[in-house]
């Protein structure tokens, strides 16, 4: 079975600094994977998705992920923190052996980001 | 172009009532998912329709839950009677039917059993 381990609950930078956010998956067929963003008050929103194109991802809002098969990683990335970042964060990844068009997410627990002024 | 929508945005609830829950997908996506997340816990898949046909219900959590799409079109899921671990946010994503195509969520509902 797939999974996705997101490592931190919670994680808080300062205004201009590195975000960083963990993500590790299991599958034993190549993934897809993804991440989500979820503001106060509203739904999920796609960030950015890696289906096997470029290991480099380019996503909304200056950020990117880089698919890391060797470390089963895909970890979130962007370069300087702004406020409107303060947000929950998930990793997915998609389980294409389902057959058919049943591509259904499995999440991680998410990670909440929190930006100091 | 209208985003998927979920009403009711929030609904509360006694044990052993009922709630019917509805997904109005994005028009023109054959794909309709199920999700929920219970506090404290990860998003978990529920079901899966393609049209009006269900495709995967592994994610059911027990007869009490009941999804319907008639028509290929919006969507509702009832719990009934509704348990106090039913509480949580059911969202509804859509999307069409490539692998690799955006699932877009709705807000979700957030439910409550007391």
């Known amino acids: 079975a797939q999974s996705v381990t997101q490592l931190g609950s919670h994680v808080s930078v300062s205004e201009g600094a590195l975000v960083l956010l963990r993500c590790n998956y299991s599958s034993s067929v190549p993934p897809y994977l993804f991440w989500y963003v979820q503001y106060p008050n509203q739904g999920l929103q796609l960030l950015l998705k890696y289906t096997s194109a470029a290991t480099l991802v380019k996503g909304i809002n200056g950020f990117e992920a880089e698919f890391k098969k060797s470390e089963t990683s895909f970890h979130l990335t962007k370069p300087s923190a702004h406020m409107s970042d303060a947000a929950e964060y998930f990793c997915?990844?998609?389980?294409?052996?389902?057959?058919?068009?049943?591509?259904?997410?499995?999440f991680g627990k998410g990670t909440l980001l929190t930006v100091n002024p | 172009e209208a985003g998927v929508t979920q009403f009711p945005s929030h609904s509360v609830i006694e044990k052993g009532q009922t709630v019917t829950l509805r997904c109005d997908p994005i028009s023109g996506h054959d794909n309709l998912y199920w999700y929920r997340r219970v506090m404290g816990k990860e998003i978990k898949f529920l079901l899966h329709?393609?049209?009006?046909?269900?495709?995967?219900e592994s994610g059911m959590p027990n007869n009490r839950f009941l999804a319907e799409r008639t028509g290929g079109t919006y969507s509702t899921l009832k719990v009934q009677p509704a348990e106090l671990e039913d509480s949580g946010v059911y969202f509804c994503a859509s999307s069409q039917v490539r692998s690799t195509d955006t699932q877009y969520f709705g807000p979700g509902t957030r439910l409550t059993v007391l």
């Open positions: 329709f393609v049209k009006e046909s269900k495709q995967d």
């Open positions: 997915a990844v998609s389980d294409l052996r389902s057959g058919g068009s049943n591509y259904k997410l499995t």
